[in-house]
């Protein structure tokens, strides 16, 4: 059955009233206003990088320099490379932790439940620096083992959350068919409570991608570090503006992708016959379940 079966075409839904004539005018209006607004920010920051001369031939001059380039495409692979490891191995622990989150065993849940609230309310430079100062780890794995340790914590309370929003009836009905618990949460809970869970995975990893920049902090030299470096050997007034607008499009560039990514995922799940949901008549009595002996 429809949506519009369910509701009829009555020009509301279930969760809100449609807006009539006059709602719409408004809300025309407010988008128009918000659009002027938005343009005149951008048009007075532009008026602030021509007054500052930002776009003279002098300042945008020195990355044509190959030196200088080859200097940031090393900089943009480190941090590529911090970010594979980091979102790899975020994704391995907040299963993990989520597993223990969701176990019946007592203590293990507690202590599941203990490493979930301790790096989560942990600020992550403190963790990466504690690595890095403390423990005298290299730089690259400092920020990954800090990075892993944020966002990991942070996406096993996704992963729960994600399988526990599913239906009881799910899990009971799989219990009653016999199946264990690890085929029930890998055949019937976690396929579908990925794709719930799969905007708030990419936004976390985006939050990841965001803080691989703290590593210039420990002297890894990423994106932002090599950015750094470049301005620090300019010999012109405010020399880390043009290296800012270089780099900050470079930086929504990639987080775009990953948005990008988790919808061409999203959509092509739902083409996925295997993730669609099948309506299947009630059984009469009698009926034997299928895969069963008569």
């Known amino acids: ?5 369910l509701h009829g075409d009555t020009g509301s839904t279930a969760l809100y009233d449609l807006p009539g004539p006059r709602a719409r005018r408004r809300h025309f209006l407010y988008g128009i206003a918000s659009t002027v607004v938005i343009l005149a920010l951008l048009g007075w920051l532009l008026h ?18 190959e030196g200088i380039q080859d200097l940031l495409l090393e900089g943009l692979g480190n941090t590529l490379k911090a970010f594979a490891y980091a979102s790899v191995l975020s994704l391995l ?3 993990v932790l989520a597993s223990g989150r969701l176990s019946v065993h007592r203590p293990v849940r ?10 989560r309310a942990m600020p992550v430079l403190v963790m990466i620096f504690f690595i890095f100062v403390a423990l005298k780890v290299q730089p690259l794995p400092a920020l990954v083992a800090g990075l892993t340790l944020y966002n990991g914590s942070v996406l096993a309370e996704v992963f729960r959350t994600g399988v526990d929003s599913v239906e009881k009836g799910q899990r009971e009905a799989a219990y009653a068919l016999g199946m264990r618990k690890t085929q029930v949460m890998t055949h019937v809970l976690a396929p579908q409570a990925v794709r719930a869970m799969l905007p708030t995975i990419i936004s976390q990893l985006v939050v ?13 030299e990423e994106f932002l570090h090599a950015g750094k470096l470049i301005a620090s050997n300019l010999d012109y007034d405010l020399p880390f503006i043009p290296v800012v607008m270089i780099i900050s499009p470079i930086y929504i560039g990639m ?5 990008w990514f988790a919808t061409w995922v999203a959509r092509r799940q739902r083409r996925n016959p295997k993730t669609e949901a099948v309506d299947v008549a009630p059984a009469e009595p009698g009926t034997a379940l299928p895969g069963t002996l008569l």
Do not use: N
Request: with cysteine; glycine share 4%.
């Open 93 to 95: 622990l907040g299963a």
């Open 208 to 220: 990841a991608l965001k803080d691989t920049s703290l590593g210039f902090l420990i002297t890894y």
């Open 110 to 119: 507690w202590l599941a439940t203990l490493c979930v609230e301790f790096f």
């Open 255 to 259: 987080c775009m992708l990953l948005s």
């Open 48 to 65: 602030l990088l021509f007054a500052t001369h930002q776009f003279t031939t002098a300042k945008w001059r020195p990355f044509a320099y």
């Open 1 to 5: 059955m429809t949506a519009h079966a």
